[in-house]
């Protein structure tokens, strides 16, 4: 904040508003785009643009524009010194290490990740760890080739692809108390990331078959299915229904928010979380452990720990240009809310909700209540993994940083240190 007040005095201030002021028009113009089609779309797309040039084009004009550049980089490292400032030291909760299992069973799919099965050589490695692997060929059900595998004598089951299918795996391992192995082969594989696993390296999953530690993990309920990431309601779980969501996902979304967000068909949520009450809600998500910073449904962030028996909430109520405007004002604005709750119950005005679990979509009766199941799941991970998560992208707790820069011992209510 010093950078500023020394090049340009109190007229700081000034440039401070215009900053804000082309942030709030750079906002409506976004709404305009999502929630708009025709010739608004097109004024929105050139005020988002436009807006934010503008305030850079008047900052150099008048020799401003190095003072806020420097300042933001200052802003940045303050951020990201906080966080690891606050950083409890990236694993932690006990790792217990386990013996290998003797007759693991893995199901793999093939044309998860753009073919990893293949590119990778995971059926081959899998094998030669002495794994029985099963082949989908998109006509098998894989909770029924999963208790058929337990039913036969498995002591281990394994995923190699998306959260969808890692989530329906998981609900049969936690029923039988299982150890459950998850190999990074689909597209985004969130929960992998969170276990620490490397995405961009499947194949390093497979020494949780041979050299490995146990977790115990947390799994979330929409209703009777189980999620190890997380159910949205609301506009991107109708997004997901569209037949063209798969193969063309930006257009299709550009296509059908208009309608979700101002059409007759907008869908409008209520929930409850704990005891808060949440109305007029177009999107909501309900997470499996809290995330540390919530972008939106396609990039929710990551979770610092999987065992706090809590779910993450995260809900959107944007009703027009100008509440979207205030969004800069971030939590204050009172367009995204987020919170911790033991159970959340969702409902709308029709009898069924379109619900996308894992980005899986299904329907499920009104209301549909999501709960946790703490410790529900025996996840084997490598000893060795490379990347273990950490504080997850959350926001700086400034009074803490505060207390620990006066020396004083910072005062932590959370969960502890992040775990999984």
Same mark, same amino acid.
């Given at each position: 904040?010093?950078?500023?007040?020394?090049?340009?005095?109190?007229?700081?201030?000034?440039?401070?508003?215009?900053?804000?002021?082309?942030?709030?028009?750079?906002?409506?113009?976004?709404?305009?785009? *999502?929630?708009?089609?025709?010739? %608004?779309?097109?004024?929105?797309?050139?005020?988002?643009?436009?807006?934010?040039?503008?305030?850079?084009?008047?900052?150099?004009?008048?020799?401003? /524009?190095?003072?806020?550049?420097?300042?933001?980089?200052?802003?940045?490292?303050?951020?990201?010194?906080?966080?690891?400032?606050?950083?409890?030291?990236?694993?932690?909760?006990?790792?217990?290490?386990?013996?290998?299992?003797?007759?693991?069973?893995?199901?793999?799919?093939?044309?998860?990740?753009?073919?990893?099965?293949?590119?990778?050589?995971?059926?081959?490695?899998? @094998?030669?760890?002495?794994?029985?692997?099963?082949?989908?060929? &998109?006509?098998? !059900?894989?909770?029924?080739?999963?208790?058929?595998?337990?039913?036969?004598?498995?002591?281990? *089951?394994?995923?190699?692809?998306?959260?969808?299918?890692?989530?329906?795996?998981?609900?049969?391992?936690?029923?039988?108390?299982?150890?459950?192995?998850?190999?990074?082969?689909?597209?985004?594989?969130?929960?992998?990331?969170?276990?620490?696993?490397?995405?961009? !390296?499947?194949?390093?999953?497979?020494?949780?078959?041979?050299?490995?530690?146990?977790?115990?993990?947390?799994?979330?309920?929409?209703?009777?299915?189980?999620?190890?990431?997380?159910?949205?309601?609301?506009?991107?779980?109708?997004?997901?229904?569209?037949?063209?969501?798969?193969?063309?996902?930006?257009?299709?979304?550009?296509?059908?928010?208009?309608?979700?967000?101002?059409?007759?068909?907008?869908?409008?949520?209520?929930? @409850?979380?704990?005891?808060?009450?949440?109305?007029?809600?177009?999107?909501?998500?309900?997470?499996?452990?809290?995330?540390?910073?919530?972008?939106?449904?396609?990039?929710?962030?990551?979770?610092?720990?999987?065992?706090?028996?809590? /779910?993450?909430?995260?809900?959107?109520?944007?009703? =027009?240009?100008?509440?979207?405007?205030? /969004?800069?004002? =971030?939590?204050?604005?009172?367009?995204?809310?987020?919170?911790?709750?033991?159970?959340?119950?969702?409902?709308?005005?029709?009898?069924?909700?379109?619900?996308?679990?894992?980005?899986?979509?299904?329907?499920?009766?009104?209301?549909?209540?999501?709960?946790?199941?703490? &410790?529900?799941?025996?996840?084997?991970?490598?000893?060795?993994?490379?990347?273990?998560?950490?504080?997850? &992208?959350?926001?700086? !707790?400034?009074? @803490?940083?505060?207390?620990?820069? %006066?020396?004083? @011992?910072?005062?932590?209510?959370?969960?502890?240190?992040?775990?999984?």
């Amino acid at each position: 904040m010093l950078v500023p007040l020394v090049a340009a005095g109190l007229r700081s201030v000034l440039w401070l508003a215009a900053g804000v002021a082309g942030l709030a028009l750079a906002a409506v113009g976004v709404w305009w785009v *999502l929630a708009h089609s025709g010739p %608004l779309r097109a004024l929105g797309a050139a005020l988002s643009v436009a807006a934010p040039v503008a305030v850079l084009a008047l900052f150099a004009a008048y020799g401003m /524009l190095w003072p806020a550049l420097v300042s933001l980089a200052l802003w940045a490292l303050a951020v990201m010194t906080a966080r690891t400032a606050l950083d409890p030291g990236g694993t932690a909760r006990t790792e217990t290490v386990t013996e290998a299992p003797h007759t693991p069973w893995i199901v793999m799919n093939p044309r998860s990740g753009g073919g990893k099965v293949d590119r990778f050589g995971l059926v081959e490695k899998a @094998r030669a760890a002495g794994c029985r692997v099963t082949l989908l060929d &998109g006509g098998q !059900d894989v909770v029924e080739l999963a208790r058929r595998a337990v039913a036969a004598g498995a002591d281990l *089951l394994g995923v190699a692809g998306g959260d969808g299918t890692q989530a329906l795996v998981a609900e049969v391992a936690a029923r039988h108390d299982l150890p459950f192995v998850v190999v990074p082969a689909g597209t985004r594989n969130h929960f992998a990331l969170d276990l620490g696993l490397d995405r961009d !390296d499947p194949a390093a999953a497979l020494e949780a078959l041979t050299d490995a530690v146990e977790l115990r993990v947390d799994l979330g309920h929409a209703a009777d299915r189980v999620f190890v990431n997380n159910a949205s309601f609301g506009t991107y779980a109708s997004i997901v229904t569209e037949p063209s969501y798969r193969d063309a996902k930006a257009r299709t979304t550009l296509r059908t928010l208009p309608g979700l967000l101002t059409g007759e068909d907008a869908p409008t949520l209520r929930a @409850r979380a704990d005891g808060t009450r949440l109305d007029g809600l177009q999107a909501l998500l309900v997470s499996n452990n809290p995330y540390g910073r919530a972008v939106d449904a396609a990039r929710p962030g990551r979770r610092a720990r999987l065992d706090t028996g809590l /779910l993450g909430v995260v809900c959107l109520r944007v009703t =027009g240009a100008a509440q979207a405007a205030r /969004l800069v004002r =971030g939590p204050r604005s009172g367009a995204l809310l987020r919170m911790d709750a033991g159970e959340v119950v969702v409902e709308g005005d029709a009898d069924t909700l379109p619900v996308g679990i894992d980005g899986e979509h299904v329907v499920l009766p009104s209301p549909v209540v999501c709960r946790s199941s703490p &410790g529900a799941l025996r996840v084997r991970v490598p000893r060795h993994r490379r990347g273990r998560a950490r504080g997850g &992208g959350a926001a700086p !707790d400034w009074p @803490r940083v505060t207390r620990l820069a %006066l020396g004083r @011992r910072p005062t932590d209510h959370g969960p502890g240190p992040a775990g999984a």
